[in-house]
């Protein structure tokens, strides 16, 4: 069964850093993309960052590239989200998602993945 689990979520003023874990298992991780996504009351899901883990070539979303960073432990199946200067718009649910095969250029659309975690709150206060 895959499995996918956020985890570092909460609290955290304007201006700090969080770090969030998406802890795997089902599948072979090294072979997989990881997608971070989040989604605000009232808005669509948006994609934030990936990695590919079968190369390490990863990709973000303009709002928070020089902020975030993606990266991945092969040994633990475990990708990382390195959220730093987080912003009052930051605050969202936080997902990680998992895919085999993910064109580089999609791999921030939802629809490219068929494999979800149940997310963890981001709140940050101003």
């Known amino acids: 069964e895959v499995q996918l689990v956020e985890s570092g979520g909460g609290l955290v003023q304007a201006g700090g850093s969080l770090r969030l874990s998406c802890t795997t298992s089902?599948?072979?991780?090294?072979?997989?993309?990881i997608g971070w996504f989040r989604q605000a009351p009232g808005k669509e899901r948006e994609g934030v960052a990936s990695?590919?883990?079968?190369?390490?070539?990863?990709y973000y979303a303009d709002s928070v590239k020089g902020r975030f960073t993606i990266s991945s432990d092969i040994s633990k199946n475990t990708a990382y989200l390195q959220m730093n200067s987080l912003k009052p718009e930051d605050t969202a649910i936080y997902f990680c998602?998992?895919?085999?095969?993910?064109?580089?250029?999609?791999?921030?659309?939802?629809?490219?993945?068929?494999?979800w975690g149940q997310g963890t709150q981001v709140t940050v206060s101003s």
């Open positions: 990695i590919h883990n079968t190369d390490g070539r990863t």
């Open positions: 089902g599948f072979r991780f090294s072979d997989y993309a």
């Open positions: 998602a998992a895919e085999i095969s993910v064109v580089v250029t999609k791999s921030l659309l939802q629809g490219m993945y068929d494999y």
